[in-house]
């Protein structure tokens, strides 16, 4: 089983409002990430979380916060965003690398996103 | 300089035909691994194939191969027996070094698949 679920699917918001992105997956993976895509272009890393914890911040802007509450669980809080903040969010996860083996980020479907 | 070049915006190809889509990576790191991804119109980035830098043969998964030649430093992902379904964008992808967690993506190349 290699599913990774992302809630909602599409989500429309006001610059003022605050709303959450949720990731979960059930394979065991101690690596999730969040990326952004914009259309045609590849997706961009935003964070990956290592056991729980943030080991990679891209640079986000703070209206962007995440959250691991468990290893299974991924959260994408969303607050005073801007419209050139609409884009496909996406999720995957992975076994961690910290043995140096083989590991393949596997995503989820995206949550569209659209900013008014 | 570009870590994942992928110089194909857009392919064309005949329903049952093979295609070969291009992959060229830039590092320094004796360890890596390439991957490529396929995305259809849905949005979902579905992974295809996966090749290690130290592994002696080319992947293969099912009708997906890809042909790793490290000197070039190209990997190429070969799709046989097209199908209409195949349509998507198609990302080749590289993790650098041991322990890295972070993927770079190519630019992306657009199949379609004609009847």
């Known amino acids: 089983d290699t599913e990774v679920t992302q809630t909602p699917k599409h989500l429309v918001m006001g610059m003022t409002n605050k709303k959450s992105l949720k990731c979960e997956q059930h394979?065991?993976?101690?690596?999730m990430y969040w990326y952004k895509q914009k259309a045609k272009k590849p997706p961009e890393l935003m964070f990956v979380?290592?056991?729980?914890?943030?080991?990679i911040n891209e640079s986000v802007p703070s209206r962007f916060s995440p959250e691991c509450p468990n290893s299974s669980l991924l959260n994408l809080h969303l607050h005073a965003l801007q419209p050139e903040d609409s884009a496909l969010y996406l999720c995957?996860?992975?076994?961690?690398?910290?043995?140096?083996?083989?590991?393949?980020?596997?995503f989820g479907p995206g949550t569209r996103l659209t900013v008014l | 300089a570009q870590k994942i070049t992928q110089t194909q915006p857009g392919m064309f190809v005949q329903e049952k035909e093979a295609v070969t889509l291009d992959c060229t990576y830039d590092?320094?790191?004796?360890?890596?691994?390439l991957f490529w991804y396929k995305q259809p119109s849905s949005g979902e980035m579905i992974f295809l194939i996966y090749?290690?830098?130290?592994?002696?043969q080319n992947a293969t998964e099912g009708r997906y191969s890809l042909n790793f030649q490290k000197a070039r430093k190209s990997a190429n992902l070969v799709i046989s027996a097209s199908q209409l379904g195949d349509s998507a964008m198609y990302f080749c992808?590289?993790?650098?070094?041991?322990?890295?967690?972070?993927?770079?993506f190519g630019t992306g190349t657009r199949l379609t698949v004609i009847p």
């Open positions: 090749q290690g830098s130290y592994d002696q």
């Open positions: 992808a590289m993790r650098e070094g041991r322990g890295a967690n972070n993927l770079f």
């Open positions: 995957a996860s992975s076994q961690d690398l910290a043995s140096g083996q083989t590991d393949t980020q596997y």
């Open positions: 394979m065991g993976h101690r690596a």
């Open positions: 979380y290592s056991y729980e914890k943030l080991s």
């Open positions: 590092t320094s790191d004796p360890s890596y691994g």
